[in-house]
């Protein structure tokens, strides 16, 4: 797909949310793109490949927590895989500070190689998994919002997520359109973990028939210092 035409597509339905992109952010979106698949054809990233489903159902669907998303946040994203929603929201907001966190180091590779083509800063990559990393003082409720996109059910989510957050922090968890047994099933681990929901937005894509929800969970307490258990626990056992 030639420069021009992605630009045209990419514009017109960034715009459907509001959301305006200069021509130096629409390009290294492009440069992204180009990466993603060049690399998808060596190193399994995606299993969208088509030009359009690329901006609609990654970009443009990463695109969609940008209204939540104010000021100079420092902010994770927990089970980045191929950087979504992480890059993207880097790319337009470049006063946050962003951490992709995934645990395959072939995907931490790829991310690398996005960020020095882009020449982003204030982006770090982490080779961990969230039980690990959320042990590590560096990290642990260190930031002001930790989102993940399509990683795991609700329950479960929100033990990886929560122990990152500062108090009175955020979790931003990109659902599919089907959530109603993940929020009944994640009222224990929502006590649990001091936290509560604050929102749910259930909108489709621009143009499309993909429904989404974004639910806004809020921590309202500390973590509980033995959470999260050991890696692996929290999907084999998860609190419910």
Sequence with gaps: MEFNEFSNIFKESAEKLQVNLTDQQIFKFYTYMNLLLEWNEKVNLTAITEYKDVILKHFIDSLTV?????????????????????????????????TLMDSLNKRINFLNEVIKENKLDNIETVHARAEELARNKKYREQYDIAIARAVASLNVLLEYMLPFVKKGGYCICMKGSNINDEIEKSQKALNTFNAKIEKIDSFNLPESEFGRNIIIIKKIGDMPSKYPRKAGTPSKDPIV
Excluded at 75 to 93: E, L, N
Aim: hydrophobic share 35%.
């Design 66 to 98: 940008e209204k939540y998303i104010n000021g100079n946040k420092k902010i994770i994203d927990i089970g980045t895989g191929a950087g979504f929603p992480g890059i993207p929201i880097k790319i337009i907001k470049n006063d946050v500070y962003v």
